[in-house]
């Protein structure tokens, strides 16, 4: 009961990348690189395990950007044109690549990161892969005619890249789809379309990620416009119980989102954010345990997979250890009182 993992990513230490700071450059090259990836996940997964958490990731180490680092290894993508692009509607204002050809992936681009991780780690493991609509989001459309075009491509490359990945032994597939909270009528037109084509398949659990971003100032400037109460997953809930995804990760810790859009999920696994990714306090398992009950309102406990809001790899390191640590402390502790 209450087995906890992470939305993925974790900081860099500051021997592989610039620390707090999104797209940072790497520290060093080919095969030195490779190994400070490594040496990165090996050390995040220990520490992850160490510190109470059931289901573990790489942390993300082994790339820059949770959705170029994807993108990187598929063919059909002009990374060289590039278009300026008001992505999120319009939150951010990005240089991105352009899709010119049809996209396609000519090898496996993960299997060397997740054979690592297998062999150490005994744990279950989680890899994370940006979902259709958030690809569509993050790059320019130069060849489908449609973004739902491009979206249903991309998510058939996902789908080859992700039973790859399960037949290496990965437990969990997460689609990270931060878009679904932003593009509510393009997620019910064509989104779930495109994440089920993604997951479809798939011989291990499958979740979604849906959140409001990591709490980098772009972030916090937009969300000081949502108003008091944060209904957007009101509008795609209902669509996404009907969906054949398994698991969905969504913000709850200091968010203001009512907890009663749990009740819109009766037939999914919750991942119930109870840290928060956008602050510099590290939580009390009494503040994790208070989260967890509050979703225990609107689900039943066996439901309830306490998670974090979203990636911390914006963070200071010191700080992700003390969330972690808080993580598995308050599921423990939620467990010896409900369990
Ligand atoms: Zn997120």
Not at 150 to 173: H, R
Request: charged share 25%; glycine share 6%; with cysteine.
């Amino acid at each position: 009961m209450f087995q906890t993992t992470i939305a993925g990513s974790l900081p860099k230490p500051t021997w592989l990348a610039e620390p707090e700071k999104l797209w940072a450059p790497w520290k060093s090259e080919g095969a030195d690189l490779v190994q400070a990836k490594q040496d990165a996940a090996f050390l995040w997964m220990k520490q992850q395990e160490e510190l109470g958490i059931d289901t573990v990731t790489d942390g993300e180490q082994f790339r820059s950007h949770f959705v170029h680092g994807f993108l990187e290894g598929i063919e059909g993508i002009d990374w060289q044109t590039k278009t300026k692009m008001g992505i999120r509607d319009n939150r951010y204002q990005v240089d991105v690549p352009t899709v010119t050809a049809p996209v396609r992936r000519a090898r496996s681009v993960h299997a060397a990161e997740v054979r690592f991780s297998i062999a150490h780690t005994d744990h279950r493991l989680k890899f994370t892969l940006p979902g259709p609509m958030t690809i569509c989001d993050t790059i320019a459309n130069g060849h489908y005619e449609t973004r739902a075009d491009m979206a249903m491509a991309f998510a058939e490359v996902l789908n080859q890249e992700a039973k790859d990945l399960v037949a290496l032994g990965v437990d969990v597939i997460q689609f990270d789809e931060p878009a679904f909270n932003v593009f509510m009528d393009d997620v019910n037109e064509w989104g779930i379309a495109a994440l089920e084509r993604a997951a479809q398949g798939l011989d291990c659990k499958t979740a979604v990620h849906i959140c409001y971003g990591y709490g980098i100032e772009a972030n916090i400037q937009w969300k000081n416009t949502l108003g008091d109460e944060w209904r957007q997953y009101e509008q795609i809930f209902p669509a996404i119980n009907a969906s054949s995804i398994n698991q969905v990760s969504l913000e709850c810790a200091n968010s203001h989102v009512p907890m009663s859009v749990l009740s819109l999920l009766p037939d999914k696994e919750l991942m119930v954010g109870v840290i928060d990714v956008a602050n510099n306090v590290v939580e009390t398992p009494d503040d994790v345990l208070r989260v967890i009950e509050e979703a225990m309102i609107y689900a039943d406990a066996d439901r309830i997979l306490p998670c974090t809001n979203c990636g911390m790899a914006p963070l200071n390191r010191t700080l992700a250890e003390g969330k972690l640590a808080a993580l598995g402390r308050g599921a423990a502790l939620a467990r010896s009182r409900h369990g």
